[in-house]
């Protein structure tokens, strides 16, 4: 499971930086940023289920999600103001 859920952040992480890298407007980048959010919301419940025990593992992935959670709000902003 922990092995799992480390596959799942870094393949998260993939995909949302492909994502990216096709944006084409601040909209594209608003998806991205749900997606994203989601995925918080799934670790969360994972962590939760998994009584918090994944040795620092789960802990890490979530926080990787939300750095780019942030970031991803970031350029949101500044492609709005283009």
Known sequence: ??????????????????????VHDW?????????????IHEMEHA??????DMQGHGAKAEEHLRAAEHELALSIDAAKAH
């Open 47 to 52: 962590r939760q289920a998994n009584h918090y």
């Open 1 to 22: 499971m922990k092995k799992y859920l480390t596959a799942a952040a870094f393949g998260l992480s993939f995909v949302a930086g492909a994502l990216v890298a096709q």
């Open 27 to 39: 909209h594209d980048l608003d998806e991205v940023h749900k997606h994203v959010v989601e995925s």
